[in-house]
């Protein structure tokens, strides 16, 4: 076995090589081309056309994704698919991203004349100013860093780390520049626990119509049971003669009814429901439904209209079925 003491010593020194080459990375990102580059996105009526090959490739799919998902439409190309049809994705509105460290990447180079005319601007993401790729871009983002973690020198490092962070800088500036908000980030993601969270309403979980437990106040006790069972919610809604909420019922409520030797059949449940329960209206999110459960302490909520009649009815399994928590 490999002594402890080296894997973690050859460990801490990826970090601290890599902490030096983001130190490296601020004036780039704190520079004219920088916010040109910004400037240059926000213009775009079309889409950033990210390109990489290698590593730079894995990096720029990364990029791509996360531009796409924070409010600037983003698609990551392969160059060397590109030379066989995929370059027919490009529009005339479109922007280059391309990125390689040396700068020479072939596979992009190839690329350029058809770039070019088409009159794409190209943003060149590259750890080389006097490269090729810097000289046919608009604006160059320099990621130039003072060595690669790799021992070797070989196995890119240091140098796709700071082109990843380049990459975050340039999508969390424009979304910033944007006014991108917790809204439209959720709208991309609508398949994700975010999106339910900052999407999903009580209307579009809650049980309605013939879902929704609902009891006069003049029954007894075994019919609002009855209800309860068959609409299995753990609960009913109470409601007096103009339909109007005046209590709840629930299944702990039962336990003190039959604790306390209530007559189930003859009692109505107005003497035993609980009054002044807990609402919620049906165009609050999903998620502060939760909250309030959460901070009251209960496993359920009656949804009402402006009139204070039952509309609805949600539980936490609800919640649970619909990925809130």
């Known amino acids: 076995?490999?002594?402890?003491?080296?894997?973690?010593?050859?460990?801490?020194?990826?970090?601290?090589?890599e902490r030096n080459?983001?130190?490296?990375?601020?004036?780039?990102?704190?520079?004219?081309?920088?916010?040109?580059?910004?400037?240059?996105?926000?213009e775009c009526t079309g889409k950033v056309i990210v390109m990489g090959m290698g590593k730079s490739g894995h990096i720029g799919n990364k990029i791509s994704a996360t531009l796409a998902s924070t409010?600037?439409?983003?698609?990551?190309?392969?160059?060397?698919?590109?030379?066989?049809?995929?370059?027919?994705?490009?529009?005339?509105n479109d922007i280059i991203l391309a990125i390689s460290n040396s700068g020479e990447a072939g596979e992009i180079l190839t690329l350029m004349p058809v770039i070019k005319r088409m009159g794409l601007?190209?943003?060149?993401?590259?750890?080389?100013?006097?490269?090729?790729?810097?000289?046919?871009?608009?604006v160059?983002?320099?990621?130039?860093?003072?060595?690669?973690?790799?021992?070797?020198?070989?196995?890119?490092?240091?140098?796709?780390?700071?082109?990843?962070?380049?990459?975050d800088a340039l999508a969390v500036a424009l979304l910033q520049a944007r006014g991108f908000t917790k809204d439209d980030f959720?709208?991309?993601h609508p398949g994700g626990s975010l999106?339910?969270?900052?999407?999903?309403?009580?209307?579009?979980?809650?049980?309605?119509?013939?879902?929704?437990?609902?009891?006069?106040?003049?029954?007894?006790?075994?019919?609002?049971?009855?209800?309860?069972?068959?609409?299995?919610?753990?609960?009913?809604?109470?409601i007096d003669d103009k339909a109007t909420l005046v209590g709840i019922f629930t299944d702990g409520d039962l336990r003190r009814v039959i604790d306390a030797q209530v007559d189930l059949s003859k009692t109505p449940i107005a003497?035993?429901?609980?009054?002044?329960?807990?609402?919620?209206?049906?165009?609050?999110?999903?998620?502060?439904?939760?909250?309030?459960?959460?901070?009251?302490?209960?496993?359920?909520?009656?949804v009402i209209d402006e009139n204070n009649s039952p509309i609805g009815a949600l539980n936490m399994l609800d919640m649970v079925k619909a990925g809130v928590i």
């Open 1 to 17: 076995m490999v002594d402890e003491k080296k894997l973690r010593q050859w460990g801490t020194n990826v970090i601290d090589v």
């Open 21 to 42: 080459a983001l130190d490296n990375l601020y004036q780039y990102v704190d520079s004219s081309e920088f916010a040109s580059a910004c400037n240059l996105i926000l």
């Open 71 to 92: 409010g600037t439409p983003a698609f990551f190309v392969h160059p060397g698919e590109a030379s066989h049809g995929d370059l027919g994705v490009l529009s005339e």
């Open 121 to 138: 601007p190209i943003i060149a993401v590259t750890g080389k100013p006097e490269s090729t790729m810097a000289k046919h871009s608009v």
């Open 140 to 167: 160059h983002l320099c990621i130039e860093v003072p060595e690669e973690a790799c021992p070797l020198g070989l196995a890119p490092t240091s140098s796709t780390t700071a082109t990843l962070v380049m990459g």
């Open 186 to 188: 959720a709208l991309s």
């Open 195 to 238: 999106g339910r969270k900052l999407l999903l309403k009580v209307s579009d979980v809650m049980h309605k119509g013939s879902e929704l437990p609902l009891v006069s106040h003049n029954i007894c006790i075994t019919d609002a049971l009855y209800e309860i069972s068959k609409k299995g919610l753990g609960m009913t809604a109470v």
């Open 271 to 302: 003497d035993v429901m609980s009054k002044g329960c807990v609402t919620i209206s049906d165009g609050v999110l999903a998620a502060e439904a939760l909250k309030v459960m959460d901070e009251k302490d209960i496993n359920g909520l009656i």
